[in-house]
C-alpha cells in the first residue's frame, strides 16, 4: 500500500545539485512524486512504499551533494495523490524567499580532468562547471536559483548542453551555468598595443605576459584581480607604484600546493582551510621571502586556483607563484564590471583578460588563519558569503548596517542572519557606492519592502553607515553600540542567549555611552538582559581625534602624558619627530583632544617607543609591526599591567618600556615583554570579574583580538583561571563582524538609542 509524505529541506540546498540529488535518490528508491526549489529551500513530494519512503529520508540526512549545507529537514504525513513518476517541477514563488544562497565553488576533480583532456569538447574551456562547482552567487540576479535568474540567461544552450543538462544521471543535471565553447561565453586580452583572437590565444598571451613582468587585470569570478610574477622584483615594485599601495602585504596565488609548501609553513590545520571549498587567502609563516610582496611581514597570503582559468593559466605558462590582489587604487572597491574596470586600472594594468559572463555583485577573496583557538576569519567573502551564520529568534526582517570600517552588513530573514560579503571602509565614494548596492541587493533578492524592516546601526553619530540609516526613511531605525556589537556576534555564533559571559571587546575605536571614544571594554552580561561595562583600560587623550591613528607618536602622546619619570622622548633611542611636540601642546592645552580608552592606541604608543614613529601606511600597521618584533623574541618576563578600581593600568607598562629602551635592552625582548604584560593583566582582569560575578566563561572580539602573538598568550593564562574562550569563527573579530552584532542585540530589543540622541544634540 502506497504512503506518502511532504518533506521541506532548509539550508544552503539550491545551487549544489540538490534536486538532482534527490531525483535520483527517489528513483533508487522506486518512489514516485516531484520536488522543487521554493522560497525557503526544497520542497519535496513522495509516494510509495513506507520503507522506501525511510530510506529516502535517510539517504537525504547521510548522503547530500558534497556543496549541500542541511541546516533542517521537516517530515509530514501527507495524502497519496496517485502520481506514476518523479519529476524536477518548475520552482515556485508564492512568497518572499527565506533560502540560504550558495557560495561560489571551487572547479571540481571532475571538471578540471575534463578540462585538459584533448578528446572533450569542453577542453581548455575557461567556463566549465558541473552541479558540483562553479560560480554561485556572484551570478545570481534573483531567487529561486535557475538558470533564467543568472548572468548566464543571455546564453542558450546548445543541444550537447542542452543534452546533460536534462539528464538526471549527468552530473550536470540542471547545473545552472553551464556552457561549452560552442554556447557560451568565452575570454579575450584586451591591450593598447595588441589583440589577440579566441579564448585559448588570449590566456596564452596573458601567461606569456606575465612571465615577461607585466601586469595584468584578470576578470575573475567576483571581479578582476591584478596580478604579476611575485618572484620578480621589478614587477612587484611596479604594482606597488602604480596601485598606490607603499607597504600593506600582497597576497599570492600559487599553481598547487607543493608550492605553497615551498613558501610557507603549513600546519595541518592550515593545509585543511586552503583545500576547502571556500578556497581562502590563508595567513601561514613564510619560509622564504618574496622581495616586496609581504615587506616586514613574517607571514604570507597564500591560495590555490580555484577558477579553470587559473589552472589554465598556469598551465600555459604563468609564473609559478604569482601576487594576486584586488583589482583597485588603494581604498578603493574592486572593480568588477568591464567598462569601469577599462576606465579604473588602465594606469595600473599593462593588458586586460576579459570575461564575457557578466559578475552580478562584486566579491572579495576571503582572508583566513588558523589560530589559537581555532580558524579565523579576517575578510569574509568570497567562499563564504552570503551564508548564514547564526539563527536568531525573531520574527520580523532585521537589517544591521555595520560599522564604517570594514563594512559588510546583515540580513535577518525568518531568524536567519545573512552576512553580506566584506565592502570596505566607507570613506570612499567608491566604497558607498558599494554599501548601498549591497544594501539594496540583498533586500531585493529577498524581497523585504523598506517598511518592514527594522534597521539598526552603530552609535557614532558621524558614521555614513549612521546617516545611511536616517536616509532610508523607514519607521523603526535604532543604534546598538560599537563593543557590546562585538560580543554579541561571538554569542550569536553560539546561539547561548541567556548565557552570562565576561565579554572583552578590544579594538581601535568605537563611540562609546558617554561619548568617549572606547576601545579596552570590558562587559558582564548575556544577550538577553543586555551587556554591562564593568571595567575598562585606564583612560588617556587623542590629540586630534581620528588622525592619531595614522600617526603613533600622536597616539602616544595622550598616554606618555600621564607616565611621570620618561626620558627625553626627543633624544636617542627614541628620536621622536615633531608631530610629538605638537600633540603635546594639544594634550597640555586639551585642545581638540578627546577621551579614550582604546587598547589598539596604546598598542600604537608602544610601537612609537619602539620605533615606529612615521606614518603608517595602512590600518593597525603599527600594531602589525610590534607583534612581528615581539615574535623574534623567544621569551621575556612581563612588564607589569595592574588592574586597580576595575581599570587595567598602562603607566607601569609604558614606563617600563622607555627604561628598557634607554639601558640598551633588545627592542624585540621588550615588545615580548609588553605583550606578556597585557596578556598578564587581561587574565589577571578577567580572573578577578568572573570570581565576583561568578562566570566561567569569557568572550574574545574586536580588531586587537587578529594578533595572533596575544592570543597564544591569553589562551595560556585563561586556561589557568579556569574559563572556557568563546572567539568570532564564522565572522571576523575586526569591525566585519559588527553587523551580525547589531542585529542580534536588536533581535533581543537591546538598544542604546539615548546615546545617540544625546550625542546629536
Known amino acids: 500500500m502506497a504512503v506518502a509524505c511532504s518533506i521541506r529541506v532548509r539550508g544552503v540546498v539550491q545551487g549544489v545539485g540538490f534536486r538532482p540529488f534527490v531525483y535520483r535518490l527517489a528513483r533508487a528508491h522506486t518512489l514516485n512524486g516531484w520536488v522543487l526549489n521554493g ?6 513530494h513522495l509516494e510509495g512504499a513506507k520503507t522506501g519512503l525511510e530510506a529516502f529520508v535517510q539517504g537525504l540526512k547521510t548522503e547530500p551533494p558534497p556543496a549541500a549545507s542541511i541546516v533542517e529537514i521537516q517530515v509530514e504525513p501527507a495524502e497519496p495523490i496517485g502520481l506514476r513518476e518523479f519529476t524536477i517541477r518548475t520552482s515556485e514563488h508564492r512568497a518572499h524567499p527565506t533560502v540560504r544562497i550558495s557560495p561560489d565553488l571551487p572547479v571540481c576533480g571532475e571538471c578540471l ?48 548542453c542542452a543534452q546533460e543538462y536534462s539528464d538526471p544521471d549527468n552530473r550536470r543535471f540542471h547545473a545552472q551555468p553551464v556552457a561549452c565553447p560552442a ?13 589577440a583572437a579566441g579564448t585559448a590565444e588570449s590566456i596564452r598571451r596573458a601567461a606569456e605576459i606575465l612571465q615577461g613582468g607585466g601586469v595584468l587585470a584578470v576578470k575573475g569570478l567576483g571581479g578582476y584581480h591584478l596580478a604579476c610574477d611575485a618572484r620578480n622584483p621589478a614587477a612587484v615594485t611596479a604594482l606597488r607604484e602604480r596601485k598606490y599601495r607603499k607597504e600593506k602585504p ?27 571549498t571556500a578556497r581562502p587567502i590563508v595567513l601561514s609563516l613564510a619560509t622564504v621571502e618574496l622581495h616586496g610582496v609581504a615587506p616586514g611581514n613574517h607571514e604570507l597570503g597564500v591560495m590555490l586556483p580555484y577558477t579553470p582559468l587559473h589552472h589554465l593559466l598556469f598551465a600555459a605558462g604563468a609564473p609559478e607563484v604569482l601576487v594576486m590582489t584586488s583589482a583597485n587604487r588603494s581604498s578603493e572597491p574592486l572593480a568588477y564590471e568591464d567598462e569601469d574596470a577599462l576606465q579604473r586600472l588602465s594606469g595600473i594594468a599593462d593588458s586586460f583578460l576579459i570575461g564575457q559572463r557578466p559578475i552580478a555583485r562584486r566579491v572579495d577573496d576571503s582572508v583566513v588563519r588558523e589560530g589559537a583557538f581555532g580558524p579565523m576569519i579576517l575578510r569574509r567573502a568570497r567562499g563564504y558569503a552570503p551564508g548564514a551564520v547564526a539563527s536568531l529568534p525573531v520574527d520580523g526582517p532585521i537589517l544591521a548596517l555595520g560599522a564604517d570600517l570594514k563594512n559588510a552588513i546583515t540580513l535577518v530573514v525568518d531568524g536567519q542572519a545573512f552576512v553580506s560579503q566584506h565592502i570596505g571602509d566607507l570613506d570612499h ?131 606618555l602624558s600621564q607616565v611621570d619619570s620618561l626620558p627625553d622622548l626627543f633624544a636617542a633611542p627614541f628620536n621622536f619627530p615633531e608631530r610629538y611636540r605638537v600633540a603635546l601642546e594639544l594634550v597640555d592645552k586639551n585642545v581638540r583632544t578627546f577621551a579614550t580608552t582604546s587598547v589598539g592606541r596604546l598598542f600604537d604608543a608602544a610601537a612609537a617607543l619602539l620605533g615606529f614613529t612615521r606614518e603608517v601606511t595602512f590600518e593597525g600597521q603599527a600594531a602589525i609591526w610590534l607583534e612581528q618584533l615581539a615574535c623574534r623574541a623567544a621569551f621575556a ?77 591569553l589562551k595560556s593564562g585563561l586556561e589557568r583561571i579556569p574559563a572556557q574562550v568563546w572567539t568570532n569563527h564564522a565572522v571576523p573579530p575586526n569591525d566585519g563582524g559588527i553587523s551580525l552584532g547589531q542585529a542580534t542585540l536588536a533581535g533581543f530589543g537591546r538598544f542604546d538609542d539615548l546615546t545617540i540622541s544625546g550625542a546629536g544634540e
Request: glycine share 8%; with cysteine.
Open 39 to 44: 522560497e525557503a529551500g526544497v520542497e519535496i
Open 113 to 160: 580532468k575534463e578540462l585538459f583532456d584533448p578528446a572533450d569538447p569542453r577542453y581548455l574551456y575557461p567556463y566549465i562547471n558541473c552541479t558540483n562547482c562553479g560560480p554561485r552567487y556572484t551570478v545570481l540576479l534573483g531567487l529561486p536559483y535557475d538558470r533564467p535568474n543568472t548572468t548566464m540567461n543571455q546564453w542558450l544552450l546548445d543541444d550537447y
Open 183 to 195: 554556447c557560451g561565453p568565452g575570454y579575450y586580452l584586451h591591450s593598447h598595443h595588441e589583440g
Open 250 to 276: 600582497f597576497a599570492v596565488m600559487v599553481r598547487d600546493i607543493e608550492t605553497a609548501r615551498s613558501l610557507v609553513e603549513l600546519k595541518p590545520e592550515a593545509d585543511q582551510l586552503l583545500n576547502s
Open 429 to 559: 565614494y567608491q566604497s558607498r557606492r558599494a554599501f548601498q548596492e549591497t544594501i539594496e541587493d540583498m533586500i531585493s533578492m529577498y524581497e523585504i519592502p523598506l517598511d518592514q524592516l527594522l534597521v539598526v546601526h552603530d552609535c557614532h553619530p558621524q558614521y555614513v553607515s549612521t546617516a545611511h540609516a536616517a536616509a532610508l526613511g523607514v519607521p523603526l531605525t535604532h543604534a546598538v553600540q560599537h563593543h557590546r556589537a562585538h560580543i554579541a556576534s561571538v554569542v550569536a555564533e553560539r546561539g547561548e542567549w541567556t548565557k552570562r559571559v565576561v565579554g572583552l571587546s578590544f579594538d581601535g575605536t568605537g563611540y562609546g555611552d558617554d561619548g568617549f571614544i572606547w576601545g579596552g571594554e570590558i562587559f558582564a552580561g548575556s544577550v538577553q538582559e543586555g551587556f554591562q561595562r564593568v571595567a575598562h583600560l585606564r583612560p588617556a587623550v587623542l590629540a586630534g581625534g581620528d588622525a592619531a591613528s595614522h600617526y603613533p607618536v600622536q597616539a602616544a602622546a595622550g598616554f
Open 637 to 713: 618576563e612581563p612588564y607589569l599591567f595592574p588592574f586597580v578600581k576595575s581599570e587595567l593600568d598602562f603607566r607601569p607598562l609604558l614606563l617600563a618600556m622607555a627604561q628598557d629602551r634607554i639601558r640598551g635592552r633588545d627592542a624585540s625582548e621588550i615588545a615580548r615583554a609588553f605583550q606578556l604584560g597585557i596578556a598578564r593583566g587581561v587574565c589577571e582582569a578577567v580572573s578577578e570579574i568572573c570570581r565576583d560575578e561568578g562566570l566561567d566563561t569569557v568572550v574574545l572580539s574586536g580588531g586587537v583580538f587578529q594578533n595572533e602573538l596575544l592570543l597564544m598568550d
